[in-house]
């Protein structure tokens, strides 16, 4: 279907530039010929030599002045419609040469290129800041695809290696028909539950991006002691010791989540510990506006460059790979990441100078004070008469 062409926004302000002009000019020879030919008189010599004496003044008629007049206004108007035109067209043209920038870097985005920055210089105007803004838009979206194409290459090869692995125990099973079915089994189950695992975490990250959850009332410290509790086998296993301190804390949000946050938080620093003897302290407190967790291990000395990356999907960090049952699939701190994230707060992962991380987490405080009916304000305040100001040290 035909579509009319329309006028360019540069011959728009084109010809309004000019129409103005021509307005303008139109207007200034109207008042000419009402203030001036209109209200001259035709002159009569009789009453000038009655006024002047002996002295006659004649001139030019008004019809004569009038018929004089209108070609050259004519040719004044036609004058200032040809001006109008040609310097509306370069006004027009350099007043839009920052929107031209802009269209061009945002066809070339439209085409895949995201790198292409407009870089605008000069007086900080409108035209300026919507540069500024569009290129900001550039970096960002630029990160956020290149972070996507990572994830998801990162996310198919560590899909494609339990699928991988079960194709090869099932070849072996089919071609060595004398096998021990039980050790098979086993092997398939183990291999079944990570990639069960790691498509729960992929899926859990992504509901974290989206923030598709109902906000509620929530006590972290409860939340700590309850991942505490759940992970003490493990910690057992290893030999390293919890010490859980603090205040409860009031914030507001998934308490799922929030208590999957807590969990990857303390099994990331039992998991990447000391061989034996190591610890783990987690401890809460309540700031103005502000519910703050940290988490710190003993272990091996991190490198500070390696730091900045462990918040990336399948980024464990060679220093720290395990290589058992409890190394997870690389997206332990990314779901940490991206909850904390989704609750509006902060992560801040710092090394140890004796060796091991500490986590801090930041997520905002209550706006006001909770009602005291609130199951988690209860439950928080039996706790806390039960065990006095200090929560007991789980020692293994």
Known sequence: MNRRRELSARWKLTLSYAGFLFLAGALLLALVWVFVLR?????????IQKAFGAVIIVGPSRSDMLRGFAPAAAIVLAFLLVFG???GWVLAGRMLAPLTRIAHAARKAAKGSLSHRIAMTGPRDEFRELADVFDTMLEQ??????????????????LRTPLAISRTLLDTARNDPTRDPDELIERL??????????????????RAGRRSFTREPVDLSLLAEEAVETLLPLAEKRRVTLDVTGEPGQTAGSPALILRMVTNLVQNAIVHNLPAG????VHTEQRPHVCVLRVENTGPALPPELVP??????QRGTERIRADEHAGVGLGLAIVHSIVQAHDGTLDLTPRPTGGLRATVRLPGPSRTSPPNSIHEIAGRSSEAGRGDARPRLVN
């Open 39 to 47: 209200w001259l008189p035709e002159a009569d010599p009789r009453a």
């Open 278 to 281: 190591g610890t783990v302290t």
């Open 141 to 158: 979206l630029e990160s956020h695809v290149g972070e996507q194409q990572r994830f998801a290459a990162n996310a198919s090869h560590e």
């Open 309 to 314: 990356a462990l918040t990336e999907p399948f």
């Open 189 to 206: 189950r183990t291999v079944n539950s990570r990639a069960i695992d790691l498509t729960e975490a992929l899926l859990l990250l992504s």
């Open 85 to 87: 035109l040609v310097g």
